[in-house]
């Protein structure tokens, strides 16, 4: 083992590690003990990994270092924990397909491929649709699971949104030199317009997408009525596709067909991907979740200006902001699977790029006013 290899093996050692502590608290988290069963396999297959690298590493007469659990991980046991392993899968995708390509880099097929597998089927459990490959299908038909991930991820950008967004327009009237209650009124008016604009935008989407949906599953259910053997047959081809042998994915479509209600949430999910209980959810509650997230943003560089003046206010609202926008940065990578410091990093600077501009932009503005 050359010296590049050595820091790269005890990062894939860490990365399985990593994935079997995070696995083994899905497992502990979900309520479905099918699904439980399926994380305990899939940390079953990261110790196997761990333990190839771990050989590995002894061999080339490596010390092994104390296993610490990455702040991304212990966060996403935390969310979990709190709030279901729903929440976190969206993540957990995009961690195993980074996975996935790095041992692919690596010439590691065996691994690579194993990293992928539970990508694929992590990416059905988070679906919408519901059911994963292969014979699995048949246990976990008509459990919905929601797409937490997106909601985690709507929430870190309706704060990132709020919080750039008002911050640059908070630096450019401070930039023309306004006075202080200038200032905070402009900021309030920013924070409750862009808030009212998300709020009033959200409802409207998923307004919308309701009455889409509601369409939809009216047509759904005039195909099961007029033509039944039909609708089977299609949903019997979706189970086949996904690996299910033709008997048993026939057997299954005729069962769930001999009950209406049945066929209609089954036949929604899987051809229309929208869960009949849920129809993308509440609209009034998409509003006020919207405006409140973009308020939480907006109100980090505003806040100071109710306690100082001038060019100290200036100083206390960039350094919050700086870091409100690195942890917001810290959020992004949940998703991602990159390295908090350097999306952090990367969120600070374009944020206070933006600041800046805006401030020069309103010092050119006050001055050419004051002349």
């Given at each position: 083992m050359d010296d590049r290899e ?347 790029l933006a600041a800046a501009i ?14």
């Amino acid at each position: 083992m050359d010296d590049r290899e050595s820091p790269r093996s005890l990062a894939n050692l860490a990365d399985e590690l990593n994935g079997i502590e995070l696995y083994q608290a899905l497992a502990l988290a979900e309520k479905d003990p099918h699904l439980a069963e399926v994380y305990r396999r899939f940390a079953a297959v990261e110790e196997r990994h761990a333990q190839a690298w771990r050989q590995k590493l002894t061999d080339a007469g490596v010390s092994l270092p104390r296993f610490r659990p990455r702040l991304r991980t212990r966060l996403l046991i935390w969310l979990a924990k709190r709030f279901g392993s729903a929440l976190v899968l969206p993540s957990v995708v995009g961690m195993e397909e980074a996975g996935s390509e790095g041992y692919r880099n690596q010439n590691a097929s065996t691994m690579a491929g194993d990293e992928a597998s539970h990508a694929r089927l992590l990416r059905e459990m988070a679906s919408d649709k519901g059911g994963i490959d292969g014979g699995t299908v048949a246990t976990l038909e008509g459990r919905h699971r929601a797409g937490g991930g997106n909601a985690l991820r709507a929430a870190v950008l309706g704060a990132n949104d709020g919080l750039l967004s008002n911050l640059s327009l908070i630096m450019g009237v401070a930039g023309a030199e306004f006075s202080p209650n200038q200032v905070l009124l402009a900021g309030l008016a920013g924070l409750l317009a862009g808030a009212c604009s998300m709020a009033i935008g959200e409802w409207l989407s998923v307004k919308s997408s309701r009455e889409l949906y509601q369409r939809q599953i009216q047509i759904e259910e005039a195909e099961i009525a007029a033509n039944p053997a039909e609708e089977a047959e299609e949903l019997a081809l979706i189970y086949e596709s996904r690996g299910l042998p033709s008997d048993r994915a026939r057997e299954l479509a005729d069962h769930i067909m001999s009950d209406r209600g049945s066929a209609i949430a089954t036949l929604s999910r899987e051809e229309l991907g929208i869960d009949p209980r849920e129809l993308g959810g509440s609209a009034g509650v998409a509003a006020v979740t919207s405006f409140a997230l973009f308020a939480v943003g907006a109100v980090i560089p505003l806040f100071p200006f109710w306690l100082l003046h001038g060019r100290a206010a200036i100083a206390v609202s960039a350094g919050v902001s700086t870091l409100g926008l690195f942890l917001i940065g810290g959020g992004i990578t949940l998703f991602t699977g990159r390295s908090m410091l350097a999306t952090g990093s990367r969120q600070v600077i374009l944020g206070l790029l933006a600041a800046a501009i805006t401030f020069g932009l309103g010092r050119l503005i006050g001055v050419s006013l004051a002349s």
